[in-house]
């Protein structure tokens, strides 16, 4: 076997969106951009910063050219020999297949198309990335990769496997070898949805479990925070299947997972934002919040009044995990009884809850004080800037990053004790020295209540002593939750498992 122990070994990270790429991996890197959720700024981010420390890391995701702005048709025969050239001879690897060339989002809304998508990139990655890149260790991320880590096991390549989501797909080994993954060498790595006797009796009729293939064939794991981590193991949650909570407590037991906590997009910056009407540090935020809060509330048809409580929702209204219906139980209540203060509730995301708060505001006319917009990432970051507290009750969170962004700006969460939240906002103490927002620890729309009562009452302190404390939290923002000290945590993993010997099926 060769010596996988290298002074500077080399990185593959395989991820299915990612939003930018340094410059120095290759001139193309600031146009490959494809976002659906956190994941692609964890990407970044983590590549970015591995990049910066000197690491020989690559990264593999799919060719979306539609994404990507890049219309090869019109390139003339010079600049597509450039384009290819910047392509190949690179740290950017991307996988070909017609079925990412015209698409405008990620992920599909029909499983179907996510199954051909999901296989299209890994068939690219399996037969040539891994043997052109040759890698020393492979990152792969998430159920689009959930079959790289059977193939690397069976390579002799150590694999880290990293669980944003709790979502899977299900399809059998002749599925998957119609899609062009030859399968049958590494057939045994992989999760069945029930004991496999032998290969033949198994390829059309007992489906492969993709996330739980990812998970049980790689070398380690990690989840996006500690807590939930800790959460799966002690069977917190009743959503997760039985396989994923069984595979990753057997990772957990045998010292192979842990909890590594994601960064906010690094252009998420109150004072380089060009998204934003003024910009601010944690120095001058008071007088540069105000100027952002009346430029939102312009823009989004709320009463115009620097000095009113502006309370913001910045992520999807899924009402399984957001929390979104606690909120719709007391949204009246909220602004009735803050209406003399002034309280303003303002939502920019999508998501099936939308109308539901649409009709509220509409049954009891607060399209002053209330406001629901599609999202769109320059609303939101402004959103970020002009409000005053952010509101995530979301019921169960594998990391979350607005929670962490908001701290970036001035804004104090409010959040559930759960998951990634718990491991990232602790109460504010009374006299203000430590903590960086408002915890609740039930799951009830009282709960919520009393947070945004808690808020409330911290908003009404004395100014000069309250903007003391939002310096502090923006000041300490910055130095607890970066890239590079996310970066830092995966690269003691990768060291790790570079050390240990491999199991080779």
Known sequence: MRNRVKRNPRILVVTPEITSLPAGMNNMGGFLRAKAGGLADVSASLVGALFRQGADVHVALPHYRRMFQIDVGKLISDELRVYMSNLHNSRIHL???????????????????????????????????????????????????G??????????I???????????????LAEIEDRGIDAAPFWQNLFFERQPVNYEES?????????????????????????????????????IPENIRREITGKFHAGCASGILNSPDEECDPETDSFLECCYNSE??????????IAFQSRTGL???????????????????KGCTILADVLYDLVHRYWDSGLQIAIVANGE??????????????YDRVTVCDFDEQLSRLGFAASDFMLMPSRFEPCGLPQMTCQYYGSLPIVHDTGGLHDTVNMLSEDGTSGNGIVFCNYDSYALRWAVDEAMRFYRKPAEWKHGVIARVMKEARQRFNHDVTAQGYINIYESMLARPLVIN
């Open 95 to 145: 996988a070909e297949d017609r079925i990412f060339y015209y698409r405008d989002t990620v992920y599909s809304n029909y499983s179907t198309d996510s199954f051909h998508q999901a296989l299209a990139f890994q068939r690219e990655v399996i037969n040539n990335i891994i043997p052109v890149v040759k890698p020393d260790l492979i990152h792969c991320n998430d159920w689009m990769t």
């Open 203 to 239: 390829r059309e009729n007992n489906p492969v479990d993709f996330l739980t293939s990812g998970i049980f064939a790689s070398h380690f794991i990690n989840t996006v925070s500690p807590t939930f981590l800790k959460e799966i193991v002690e069977n917190y949650h009743d959503f």
């Open 158 to 172: 150590p694999c880290l496997f990293t669980v944003h989501n709790i979502h899977t797909l299900k399809k059998t």
């Open 353 to 366: 809850y939308q109308k539901v708060f649409k009709d509220i505001i509409a049954f009891h006319n607060f």
């Open 303 to 321: 009463t115009v009044d620097q000095h009113a409580p502006l309370f913001f929702w910045p992520h999807r209204l899924d009402p399984v995990q």
């Open 284 to 293: 001058n935020h008071a007088a540069g919040k105000a100027v952002n809060k």
């Open 147 to 156: 079959l790289i880590p059977a193939a690397a096991r069976r390579m002799g």
